[in-house]
């Protein structure tokens, strides 16, 4: 997968995923995305929410062991591939913070879901060599 990848988000999906985080709030949620991909392109499909298990959930998540282990077989049961995490930032930008770099989990990408505003606002990220590389968004 390289880099010049386009995210097709649908709008059913997208709102799905912001209301899925902002029911969480103040806290962070965090999940799995599920979803097939091209050459080019990465089309999300749906997505499984994650109990969040860290005790600074508010700054913080880390994925319940036993849900992330569920989470895994159901794709594998489903022949559903997960093409990326998904966390909130509760009260910040949709950007990756240095938390973030410092827990880092290896998918193919990695959708932040910001409330700084009021709407929810998702950006998707690779991260690479050279460090975190923004995937344009496009409506599906």
């Not at 913080?60 to 489903?78: H, L, R």
Request: glycine share 8%.
């Amino acid at each position: 997968m390289s880099c010049e990848i386009i995210v097709k988000l649908g709008n059913r999906l997208r709102e799905e995923l912001v209301e899925t985080c902002r029911r969480r709030l103040p806290n962070e949620a965090c999940g799995v995305v599920y979803g097939y991909r091209t050459a080019d392109e990465l089309i999300p499909d749906g997505f499984a929410w994650i109990r969040n298990v860290a005790p600074n959930a508010e700054e913080a998540f880390a994925f319940d062991p036993g849900e992330w282990i569920a989470a895994c077989y159901e794709a594998q049961k489903n022949q559903r591939l997960i093409v990326g995490v998904f966390h909130s930032h509760p009260i910040g930008a949709n950007a990756p913070s240095k938390r973030d770099e410092q827990s880092l989990v290896p998918w193919d990408s990695y959708w932040i879901i910001g409330f700084a505003g009021s709407d929810g606002d998702i950006a998707v990220y690779r991260h690479t060599e050279q460090g975190w590389v923004s995937l344009p968004l496009v409506p599906a």
